[in-house]
């Protein structure tokens, strides 16, 4: 059980175009998923945080009218990546809160590879 | 400010050696532990876990961690690793009744050679 799906596994778009990522909890409904953005040989970092049916909350430095969050369901979170550039290749990962568990545990997806040409 | 710190940025390791990971934590909270392994190119899988009750954790493939609250550490080892266990490992905290964010160390990279 506890398995998030991210698809597409790696995309590659030319720059000044729009890239989709979606974000699944197949056996589980989650509240809250988050997106994270990691750089090669680096730790994760926090990107938003994506709450079901309200505006996601995005950390100091992320800019959300580039990083547009939308979470339409308890199954499904998108991050859409606006008029991408070269600099924001890179991977990114989401996690889903499943709600059965009081802490809030958070299960990982398998990551998006995303290269901007 | 809230913070984790892993000590080793890389491990290298003979097969079947013991080894150890090592995190500290900085907190004027409450804390949840975590020890997450992430394997090229993939996603994050949960080790373990420390959220209350015995100190000592057991998690999957043969580590454990031990939660020790006066020097708000979090070491994760294991007695004797494979080859299979080269990856990075990343130590995180989940602040409590902080809406659930997870703070991630800057990992630790373990590579296991034969």
């Known amino acids: 059980g506890a398995v998030v799906s991210q698809h597409p596994s790696r995309v590659i778009c030319k720059s000044g175009t729009s890239v989709k990522i979606e974000c699944r909890s197949l056996?589980?409904?989650?509240?809250?998923m988050f997106w994270y953005r990691q750089f090669p040989k680096q730790s994760l970092m926090l990107m938003a945080t994506?709450?079901?049916?309200?505006?996601?909350?995005?950390e100091q430095g992320v800019e959300k009218d580039k990083f547009l969050i939308n979470h339409a369901s308890l199954t499904l979170s998108t991050l859409t990546v606006t008029s991408a550039h070269p600099e924001d290749s890179s991977f990114y990962i989401c996690?889903?809160?499943?709600?059965?568990?009081?802490?809030?545990?958070?299960?990982f997806g398998p990551g998006t590879r995303l290269t901007v040409t | 400010a809230q913070s984790v710190t892993q000590l080793d940025s890389q491990v290298p390791v003979f097969e079947e050696a013991p080894v150890e990971l090592r995190c500290n934590y900085s907190?004027?909270?409450?804390?949840?532990l975590f020890w997450y392994v992430q394997y090229p190119n993939q996603g994050l899988q949960l080790l373990l876990k420390?959220?209350?009750?015995?100190?000592l954790v057991k998690g999957i493939n043969g580590f454990e961690a031990e939660f020790n609250k006066s020097q708000t550490s979090f070491h994760l080892r294991k007695p004797s690793v494979h080859i299979s266990d080269t990856a990075e490992y990343f130590c995180?905290?989940?602040?409590?009744?902080?809406?659930?964010?997870?703070?991630f160390g800057q990992g630790t990279e373990l590579s296991v050679k034969p």
């Open positions: 907190s004027s909270v409450s804390v949840y």
């Open positions: 994506s709450n079901e049916g309200s505006k996601a909350t995005y």
């Open positions: 996690s889903a809160r499943d709600l059965r568990t009081p802490v809030g545990e958070q299960y």
């Open positions: 420390y959220l209350s009750g015995s100190t």
């Open positions: 995180a905290v989940i602040l409590y009744n902080q809406g659930g964010k997870l703070i």
């Open positions: 056996d589980f409904q989650a509240t809250t």
